[in-house]
């Protein structure tokens, strides 16, 4: 074994470790009512700080396209680490609901979206035999980041309140993410040589097409409508999971926070699953499997409330997890089999911009849930979302023969 392929194990924890410190901001949901309890903010107000973050996080993301290559990439992610440490920490100082919309949802939304976009730009460049794999792995770490810190959350919570927790959260992040910038990067041209060979399913492919001719392709139209219809939908349960649990199923804050952090479990375990599933069968099967279980997801949920059973609802919330984990671990691997790696760092940032699209589905559900006095129709809006991506899948499957055989 070659001296490049012994490092790689250690630059796969580090971008597990990069994404599991990316993630604390997942646990928005933890937050809200605490918030709205101590500032008497509505849940239109708190729903709308998410769809802000993630917009950030699509600024953030662009951001790493354009500047990727132009400055070292452990300087890129020292520069998202400040930005993440400095947004939650001064949420902490926060009074009134702008200002956590500049901290926690601007500052802190763009640099989590630069540091995401830059860890899974590079980290999968060590491991060209197994992408979908490593890709998997690594976000695995940004969806368990919840499970992981929830608890800490919790007791920060319980013990110093909701402002210092946050203070306690952006130092944790400042330090954790400029720990794993000492040894992260990219490999040199001459490291690349000494690596394996794309196999089986994920065999190297002469197709490197620009953004320019991306965008003006049908099938990138498709799968950016498939993407934000699934996102959009796992976002929503994500900011909506302990409200629905305590507010519709009577549910303690406590055991709505365990399932939070379930569903966190079941979203991280997916995108590895997801990326081992994408090496083994390739793009198309990956994504009509992925999809489907967000339907079944979507139909046990409108059940779980119509008959008010937690049971169900658990159930319903791990499935939509597994869907919307598979939709974003799944996302590079396809964007690098549509169109190669040579312009991936853009081509990618340009389909995260389904994180702005997808930021507003939670906000708008906890519209309908101020309006209506319920979580009921908002579920059934995401059930018709999660048909609207198998439908697209399917289109999708025919495009894609087409577009393998021209391009």
Known sequence: MNDVMKKRPLYLLNGFIGFLFLGICNAWSIFVVPLETAFNYTRSQTSLAYTICIAGFSIGAILAGSLNGKLKVNWLMRIAAVMIGIGLFFTGF????????????????????????????????????????????????????????????????????????????GIISLVGLMLITIVLRAPTLHERDKLPEPKGKIKAQTREIPANQMLKNPIFYVYFIAICACGGSGLAIINHASPIMTEELMATSAFAASIVSINSIANGVARM????????????????????????????????????????????????????????????????????????????????????????????VGLIQSATHGYTIPIIFILVLEAVTVGLSFVFATLYKQFTKTA
């Not at 730009?121 to 969806?143: H, Q, R």
């Not at 090496?279 to 949920?301: C, E, P, Q, R, S």
């Not at 499935?319 to 081509?347: E, K, T, Y």
């Not at 389909?351 to 997808?358: E, I, P």
Request: glycine fraction near 12%.
């Open 273 to 364: 699953g997801w990326g081992i599933v994408f090496d083994k069968l390739g793009t198309v099967k990956t994504l009509l499997a992925a999809y489907f279980f967000g339907i079944i997801a979507g139909v046990v949920l409108v059940i779980a409330l119509l008959t008010k059973s937690v049971p169900l609802f658990m159930i319903g919330g791990i499935l939509i997890m597994i869907a919307f984990g598979g939709n974003a671990s799944l996302l590079p691997n396809v964007v690098r089999d549509l169109f190669g790696n040579a312009n991936f760092s853009m081509n990618y940032s340009i389909f995260n911009l389904n994180a702005l699209v997808c930021s507003f589905v939670p906000t708008i």
């Open 94 to 169: 926060a009074h009134n609901i702008l200002q956590i919309y500049v901290t926690y949802s601007v500052i802190c939304g763009v640099g989590i979206g630069l540091g995401y976009a830059l860890l899974i730009s590079t980290i999968p460049l060590w491991f060209p035999e197994k992408s979908g794999t490593i890709s998997g792995i690594c976000l695995m770490g940004y969806a368990l980041s919840t499970a992981i810190f929830g608890t800490l959350i919790n007791i920060l919570l319980n013990a110093v309140g909701i402002q210092n927790t946050f203070r306690i959260l």
